[in-house]
């Protein structure tokens, strides 16, 4: 199972979850949070934006000789460092729409509903904090595994 670890985890959490966002959109569009074309902008998006990642790392993974499961720090080289490069690519690419094409609000409106925490915590401000820890976390803990 390993061996396809990241073609599962492209599937389930980027297709799956861009199919359980374009279905669940009249709940947005109802609430007037986000337009349709917004709801499916996005779904494309998560799945773009997961399974191509995903696909690629699958594939760098296979390309290795040996069975060295998907934690690519592991990997050897040059298959670590293309998914590394491409690891940081993904959080450039997360930082430019949160903060430059709006994304912030775009996940905002997603949090909201249903949600019980507090207004300030689903706002688009809560939303470039949450993604600028996520970024620096991710980064300590890579380059934690290449120490």
């Known amino acids: 199972?390993?061996?396809?670890?990241w073609l599962i985890c492209g599937l389930w959490c980027g297709v799956g979850n861009g199919l359980l966002i374009w279905a669940r959109r009249r709940k947005y569009v109802e609430l007037g949070l986000l337009t349709e074309e917004e709801v499916t902008a996005?779904?494309?998006?998560?799945?773009?934006?997961?399974?191509?990642?995903?696909?690629?790392?699958?594939?760098?993974?296979l390309t290795t000789a040996s069975d060295v499961g998907p934690m690519y720090p592991r990997w050897p080289d040059p298959q670590r460092m293309l998914a590394s490069g491409l690891?940081?690519?993904?959080?450039?690419?997360?930082?430019?729409?949160?903060?430059?094409?709006?994304?912030?609000?775009?996940l905002s409106a997603f949090v909201s509903v249903g949600s019980r925490a507090p207004e300030f915590?689903?706002?688009?401000?809560?939303?470039?904090?949450?993604?600028?820890?996520?970024?620096?976390?991710s980064a300590v803990a890579l380059l934690r595994a290449y120490a």
Request: charged share 5%; glycine share 8%.
């Open 1 to 5: 199972m390993l061996h396809h670890f």
């Open 42 to 61: 996005f779904a494309k998006g998560a799945i773009l934006w997961i399974l191509v990642p995903c696909l690629v790392l699958w594939a760098l993974q």
């Open 87 to 106: 690891q940081v690519l993904v959080w450039l690419a997360l930082a430019f729409w949160v903060f430059v094409r709006g994304g912030a609000h775009t």
């Open 121 to 137: 915590l689903r706002s688009p401000g809560a939303m470039k904090v949450g993604t600028i820890i996520t970024i620096v976390v």
